[in-house]
């Protein structure tokens, strides 16, 4: 089912994040991110008319893979500015500026490599729309949208790490007195 295949993608990718990051909190910006692509795969595939076979959960989980690749380099990039001690909203914007161009490059790429699948002819022509419709849509709307809600999702969720951690500190601190 193409539930199951979402859902573990997505569990994968929070997990090694989690690890990678050693954080709860980040993982959770690139997974909402992660959101707008299998939104943009399922609209294209809704509006080709097309069934959600095999073909598209290939295509989600390739398209969730280069996704989850463009939030890291924003997420990883803002993280590591603002442990510099840069602030947070600055970091996330910083970030977003300074990634944009290879995160653009890479994705217009796909984008238009995969663009030939949408028109393919011949035998196997309805699996190549599958796959095409799927990673091409879900790769145009996740770049569209989530380069300006990735940076939003990360001052989100470090803002609300950030407050945990000093509110622990604050608990710490008043208890040892």
């Known amino acids: 089912?193409?539930?199951c295949v979402i859902a573990l993608c997505m569990i994968i990718v929070v997990l090694v994040l989690a690890a990678q990051c050693e954080s709860w909190t980040l993982p959770f910006a690139v997974l909402l991110g992660i959101l707008f692509c299998v939104l943009?795969?399922?609209?294209?595939?809704?509006?080709?008319?097309?069934?959600s076979d095999i073909y598209v959960q290939l295509g989600l989980i390739t398209v969730v893979g280069l996704s989850a690749k463009n939030a890291i380099l924003i997420v990883e990039f803002a993280n590591a500015r603002h442990q510099q001690g840069v602030p947070l909203l600055e970091a996330a914007m910083e970030a977003a500026r300074d990634r944009l161009r290879p995160i653009l490059m890479t994705s217009f790429a796909f984008i238009f490599g995969v663009s030939p699948l949408l028109i393919a002819?011949?035998?196997g022509a309805m699996s190549r729309h599958s796959i095409g419709t799927t990673v091409f849509t879900g790769m145009l709307v996740a770049t569209a949208i989530a380069i300006v809600f990735i940076p939003l999702f990360f001052?989100?969720?470090?803002?609300?790490?950030?407050?945990?951690?000093?509110?622990?500190?604050?608990?710490?601190?008043e208890g040892s007195h």
Do not use: K
């Not at 001052?155 to 601190?173: K, S």
């Open 40 to 51: 943009g795969a399922y609209l294209g595939v809704w509006l080709r008319g097309q069934p």
């Open 121 to 123: 002819s011949g035998a």
């Open 155 to 173: 001052t989100v969720m470090q803002g609300y790490a950030d407050r945990r951690r000093r509110l622990h500190a604050a608990r710490r601190a």
């Open 1 to 3: 089912d193409s539930d």
